[in-house]
């Protein structure tokens, strides 16, 4: 089975931190993705990686960076993190070029910024 | 830009019974992929169930199936013999076949189903 871990379930920062999310796959994944989980507004993708130090912004990219140096791991920045960024964020991978071929999930990282 | 609605924020539907839980989806595209992701309490969202739009037959897993409308642009998810590990978050999702290595999801806001004993 594909394994996404997220390095954290629960983090508590202050505000003007900067904030690290770490996510790491294990089955050799082009794709790798970080969302934002909302009530109300779903799945919001803020950035994607097709490969190593590769990366695209998103729908939401503002106030997030990434970083991709290995393969298998891939990492959300939050340069100045600020109270609105409080949510739950979910990471996932996927293989390329299989169109059918779903996402998979970490268990997402519940972040409140104080 | 393609769009994916679920119109029901919340559905509540009896053990043993089935519930129909809707999507429609707006796109210009002809070749797409659709799927239904369910993310119970505070666990892993995993894929319940997909559908290719070249594909006319109605995708079934065991006691999930969908009815694929693409004319009407519509895939909803029936669950039948509803059971209480059921009770989760759902989320209809598109992909469109055009969009190269990427495998980039759109993902509606998600119904919320409980499940009463």
């Known amino acids: 089975d594909v394994k996404v871990t997220q390095s954290s379930r629960y983090l508590v920062k202050r505000t003007g931190e900067k904030v690290f999310l770490e996510c790491v796959q294990d089955?050799?994944?082009?794709?790798m993705f970080w969302y934002r989980q909302d009530p109300g507004l779903g799945l919001r993708l803020i950035y994607f990686?097709?490969?190593?130090?590769?990366?695209e912004k998103g729908d939401i990219p503002e106030g997030y960076s990434v970083s991709r140096e290995k393969k298998e791991r891939f990492s959300l920045i939050l340069e100045s993190a600020s109270t609105n960024q409080t949510s739950m964020y979910l990471c996932?991978?996927?293989?390329?070029?299989?169109?059918?071929?779903?996402?998979?999930f970490g268990d997402g990282t519940r972040l409140s910024i104080l | 830009a393609q769009t994916v609605t679920q119109s029901q924020p919340e559905m509540s539907v009896q053990e043993a019974e089935t519930v129909t839980l809707s999507c429609t989806y707006d796109?210009?595209?002809?070749?797409?992929?659709l799927f239904w992701y369910k993310q119970p309490p505070s666990r892993q969202m995993i894929l319940v169930i997909r559908?290719?739009?070249?594909?006319?037959q109605n995708a079934t897993e065991n006691r999930f199936s969908v009815n694929f409308q693409k004319a009407a642009k519509s895939f909803s998810l029936k669950i039948s013999d509803s059971q209480l590990g059921d009770a989760a978050m759902y989320f209809c999702?598109?992909?469109?076949?055009?969009?190269?290595?990427?495998?980039?999801?759109?993902f509606g806001t998600g119904t919320l189903l409980a499940v009463q004993p």
């Open positions: 996932a991978s996927s293989p390329v070029g299989i169109n059918n071929q779903p996402q998979h």
């Open positions: 089955m050799d994944h082009e794709n």
């Open positions: 990686s097709y490969d190593v130090k590769m990366k």
């Open positions: 796109t210009s595209e002809s070749d797409y992929y």
């Open positions: 559908q290719e739009a070249y594909k006319q």
């Open positions: 999702a598109y992909r469109s076949s055009y969009g190269g290595a990427t495998n980039k999801l759109i």
